[in-house]
């Protein structure tokens, strides 16, 4: 095929999406659009091993400049889309430059959400590679950190500020860190380790205001008390980057909306990553979004051949996973769309949690261990929930019977 197709967000997945239109054997103009001068670099080592290191090491580039120009890419880096023009085919950057289009991937990721309290835009937030250089200048061992969410990010900081001899206390509104998308039991878990490590979490508590006190700061909590803090992290989740495509007239549901194709309300113009909202097969299409690296990826693939006339829908099954000290925790599926769960406890220790919904199809698998031992056991279970699976729960609770013969049962 040739044509024109422009990019929006030069992140892991708009990077993804046009090197990976070349690999399929798209030969026309090819045209990557991103907010920063940066080639597309990972983010999720932002808030660990970027924090950790004894020098603030360069971001973890997954397509370079020079790779991308030999494939014919042209990136614009540092130049951020300010319009559509859905009526000219074309995408206006910052500067004035248009850039015209038959197809347009809309691939412009979520931003931190704000703290919506008097001084809170005194909290620094971490996405970028900017962020992570400016937070690990001021995690100086004996430093005080007040982290805002106990969400992943939050935690993972937590983790990394600890390790640089920071005192760090974690403020969540929730009962319980990572409540909302993690296995309670497997949240109850990491919040040990956190304790372990001299983390103090205060959940079920939300901020009132944070107050300057000198050249510190004070986060004063709903309760009263307050937390005397040097540096303060906001994670109180992310907002899908939306304006461009809401300015532009598309349709937007809690992210820029996508049918199952990943195609927008305008079916020249595809949407994938964090800032988009899809149906999703597995899940009775209830409409999800995902803030995910694996996601990202995944939709970057999936889009790029749908962009080329496919008309494939994408069921991948969810991915998470989150680093914290020694521990990972993977979750593939939903775990908050089962109704039950069976526990399969390996020889090793590790304890997977299966959940499954009413009908007994398999719809999530979590499990939290040292480094990677759980990985396969939960590939397994991602390839039984994309098959939707109703394996009998005495096979699945049965560390003697392979998950992988369950696959070909």
């Known amino acids: 095929m040739t044509g024109r197709v422009v990019i929006v967000g030069a992140g892991a997945c708009g990077g993804t999406v046009a090197v990976m239109l070349r690999t399929i054997g798209f030969e026309g103009s090819l045209t990557l659009v991103g907010d920063e001068a940066l080639a597309p670099y990972e983010r999720p080592p932002l808030s660990k091993a970027a924090l950790t290191g004894d020098d603030a090491p360069p971001p973890s580039t997954i397509h370079h400049e020079d790779r991308l120009a030999e494939l014919g890419v042209d990136f614009v880096g540092g130049a951020p889309a300010v319009a559509i023009d859905r009526v000219a085919r074309e995408v206006e950057l910052k500067g004035g430059r248009r850039v015209g289009y038959d197809r347009l991937v809309l691939a412009t990721g979520a931003r931190p959400r704000p703290l919506p309290v008097p001084g809170g835009d005194s909290a620094l937030m971490l996405r970028t590679v900017a962020d992570a ?204 769309a089962a109704s039950r769960e069976v526990l399969r406890e390996r020889t090793d220790g590790v304890v997977l949690r299966l959940g499954l919904d009413d009908s007994g199809r398999l719809v999530s698998a979590s499990a939290l261990a040292e480094g990677t031992v759980a990985v396969k056991d939960l590939r397994l279970a991602e390839r039984l929930i994309a098959a939707r699976a109703h394996p009998e729960r005495g096979e699945l609770a049965d560390p003697g019977i392979s998950l992988k013969g369950l696959l070909s049962a």
């Open 133 to 336: 250089h400016a937070l690990r200048d001021a995690l100086a061992p004996g430093t005080r950190v007040g982290i805002i969410g106990g969400g992943f990010i939050g935690l993972e900081v937590a983790a990394s500020a600890v390790s640089r001899g920071c005192d760090v206390t974690v403020v969540e509104l929730a009962p319980s860190v990572m409540g909302r998308v993690v296995p309670r039991e497997l949240a109850g878990a990491m919040a040990a380790r956190h304790g372990a490590a001299g983390v103090r979490l205060r959940c079920g508590v939300g901020v009132d205001r944070i107050e300057a006190a000198g050249d510190r700061w004070r986060v004063v909590l709903d309760d009263g008390a307050s937390v005397a803090c040097d540096v303060v992290l906001a994670g109180v989740g992310a907002l899908p980057n939306t304006d461009l495509a809401q300015a532009a007239g598309l349709a937007i549901d809690n992210g820029i909306a996508t049918d199952a194709t990943l195609a927008t309300s305008d079916p020249t113009i595809f949407a994938a990553g964090d800032c988009c909202s899809f149906p999703h097969p597995l899940y009775g299409g209830q409409r999800l979004r995902l803030e995910a690296w694996r996601n990202a990826l995944d939709q970057a693939e999936a889009v790029a051949h749908n962009v080329l006339g496919a008309v494939e829908p994408y069921a991948r099954v969810p991915w998470f996973w989150t680093d914290q000290y020694e521990l990972s925790l993977y979750m593939a599926g939903l775990p908050q």
